[in-house]
């Protein structure tokens, strides 16, 4: 399964963007997706997921309450609502999926190429 996440640019502090995330060859039905990012000298972190039949949601602490997960009707596309955005947001951004439960770590079977956010000051 590839994946493509998009979306992601540069945006003043207090802003919102909306990343995307679709899956080549099929819909994202029965998987977990998961959204990470990494900022420039620092590890790949979680920052929330949805599971494979949208009923649980995971968030990090440090975006609870700015960001949203969802995923359409028709599972062929999963969602990063970000609102009040910071500058401390800006980084990498990556979709990834997996079979089963959505878990807060890197343990995902499929990984998309990054959108760059970028939130200025």
């Known amino acids: 399964v590839q994946l493509q996440a998009s979306g992601g640019g540069l945006v003043q502090a207090g802003g919102s963007l909306m990343l995307s995330c679709a899956a080549s060859e099929r819909t994202f039905n029965g998987l977990s997706v998961g959204w990470f990012r990494q900022a420039p000298g620092k590890e790949r972190e979680f920052v929330a997921g949805?599971?494979?039949?949208?009923?649980?949601?995971l968030y990090a602490d440090s975006i609870k309450g700015r960001f949203t997960v969802t995923r359409d009707g028709t599972k062929s596309a999963v969602y990063l609502h970000m609102i009040t955005l910071e500058p401390e947001d800006s980084a990498v951004y990556y979709c990834?999926?997996?079979?089963?439960?959505?878990?807060?770590?890197?343990?995902?079977?499929?990984w998309g190429q990054g959108t760059l956010v970028t939130v200025s000051s």
């Open positions: 949805i599971g494979w039949n949208s009923g649980n949601r």
């Open positions: 990834a999926a997996r079979a089963g439960l959505v878990i807060p770590s890197r343990n995902y079977d499929y």
